[in-house]
């Protein structure tokens, strides 16, 4: 196996920013793009980006769960895109996707509870009310989804969940989707980055305050659980609380929207499939895990080298940056037989989307039981859902994957 931008074969592989939702093929449809990859270049030095691209399932499952590879920042050499990139404001606490233990380990046991299982099913009656209120006020014809349902229901679940005030919801879309734009990616207006660090300001600012409530007026939210946990004689500062607060919102919210959008792309795309699961809404859970699979809302994820490292025969040296393409590897056929094939009665049993590892995905029992409910009372509430007039518009932002806007059709 080689890594070159210049492989054998009269097309070179693509590389940089092609490789990204700012170019506009990789945006409208990566997955050729990527099956070519796995196929030419499975192991692909992007020099443009600054970062080693894995593309194969077996890669991918690795460098996650591997504890050779780190996820701080500060440990990539300079001039690679974690270094680079992923932590633009150098002074500000890092949030626990970019620590390493034993700090991030700390970080997450002070977190983790209320994302456990058990606590999620706590929130489902509630999500589902949510999401029955949110479509039921949809007329019939057509409408944006992503404006009308996506949004709207990860954004109120989120935030009741901190315990935010519900005059505060729009405000929290749109700081987070201000913040979104510009993080993780190698190109930044400078316009929507002074845009994001107001909105990054303002956020904290409100959260220091909602900390300052709890803790004299402690109420049965993740904010204030974040305020009174204390582990060990061990407790979360404040600046801790609010970059926790911030990387919820930002991990939370954009992620859940866009399962929803591709989701229901999905279901639009395979009226065979939409059939079978309205005919069988025990189908549901599988469901989702397919979408999840089949068109992931985060593109992929990243790790920094921590000794020097050889995979088939290409010594990757300490400090380096490697992405990993976690829907490339979703659609891995030596892991998932005929992947292009949309099949909601699949069994996904090495899905990549969350990560994995240490830093596995904290929301991904939220995430999938939002989902699980929104689809549910959308279904129920058009017996009718088609594709409207008014198309659809994939987002520019690099490691994620959703959209703008789409239009559909209900009809009762
Ligand atoms: C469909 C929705 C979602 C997807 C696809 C997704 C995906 C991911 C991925 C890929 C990672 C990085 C894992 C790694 O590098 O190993 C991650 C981390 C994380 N996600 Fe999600 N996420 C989703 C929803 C959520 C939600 C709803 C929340 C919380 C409200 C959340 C909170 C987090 C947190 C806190 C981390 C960092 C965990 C750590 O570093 O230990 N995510 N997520």
């Not at 070179?12 to 170019?23: H, N, R, Y």
């Not at 633009?88 to 002070?110: C, F, I, Q, T, V």
């Not at 009310?129 to 404006?147: M, Q, S, Y």
Request: charged share 30%; net charge negative.
């Amino acid at each position: 196996m080689t890594s070159s931008t210049t492989m054998p074969g009269d097309r070179p592989i693509p590389t940089g920013v092609q490789l990204t939702a700012l170019d506009p093929a990789f945006r409208e449809d990566p997955y050729p793009i990527l099956k070519d990859m796995r196929e030419r270049a499975p192991i692909h030095h992007d020099t443009e980006l600054g970062r080693w691209i894995f593309t194969r399932h077996r890669d991918v499952n690795d460098i996650l769960r591997n504890p050779n590879f780190v996820s701080d920042p500060r440990k990539a050499n300079s001039g690679t895109f974690s270094a680079e990139f992923l932590m633009r404001d150098k002074d500000a606490e890092p949030s626990m996707l970019l620590m390493d233990d034993p700090g991030h380990r700390r970080l997450r046991e002070l977190v983790r509870r209320p994302f456990a299982p058990n606590a999620v099913e706590a929130w489902r009656p509630r999500t589902r009310e949510i999401a029955r209120r949110t479509v039921a006020a949809i007329e019939d014809g057509e409408f944006d989804l992503i404006d009308r349902v996506a949004n709207p229901v990860p954004t109120v679940v989120i935030a009741e969940l901190l315990g935010i005030d519900s005059s505060k919801h729009e405000q929290f879309k749109t700081w987070s989707g201000q913040m979104i734009k510009v993080a993780f990616t190698p190109v930044v207006d400078p316009a929507d980055l002074a845009t994001a660090q107001l909105a990054q300001e303002n956020m904290m600012e409100f959260f220091r305050e909602e900390i300052e409530l709890r803790r004299r007026k402690p109420g049965d939210d993740l904010i204030s659980h974040m305020v009174h946990t204390v582990k060990d004689g061990d407790r979360l500062s404040d600046n801790e609380i609010v970059s926790q607060c911030d990387l919820l919102l930002l991990a939370g919210n954009l992620t859940t929207t866009d399962l929803i959008g591709n989701g229901t792309m999905a279901l639009l795309r395979h009226p065979d499939q939409q059939a079978k699961l309205r005919k069988r809404p025990e189908l549901m859970k599988k469901a989702v895990d397919e979408v999840l699979r089949y068109d992931s809302p985060v593109t992929n994820s990243g790790r920094i080298v921590h000794e020097d490292t050889t995979f088939d025969g290409i010594t990757i040296p300490r400090g380096e940056s490697l992405s990993v393409s976690l829907a490339a590897a979703n659609r891995d056929p030596a892991v998932h037989a005929d992947p292009d094939r949309f099949d909601i009665e699949r069994e996904n049993t090495s899905l990549q989307s969350f990560g994995g590892g240490t830093h596995y995905c904290l929301g991904s029992h939220l995430s999938r039981m939002e989902a699980q409910e929104t689809f549910a009372a959308l279904l129920d509430r058009f017996p009718s859902l088609s594709f409207g007039t008014g198309g659809h518009e994939y987002a520019a932002n690099p490691s994620f994957r959703g959209m703008n806007y789409f239009w559909v059709e209900g009809k009762a």
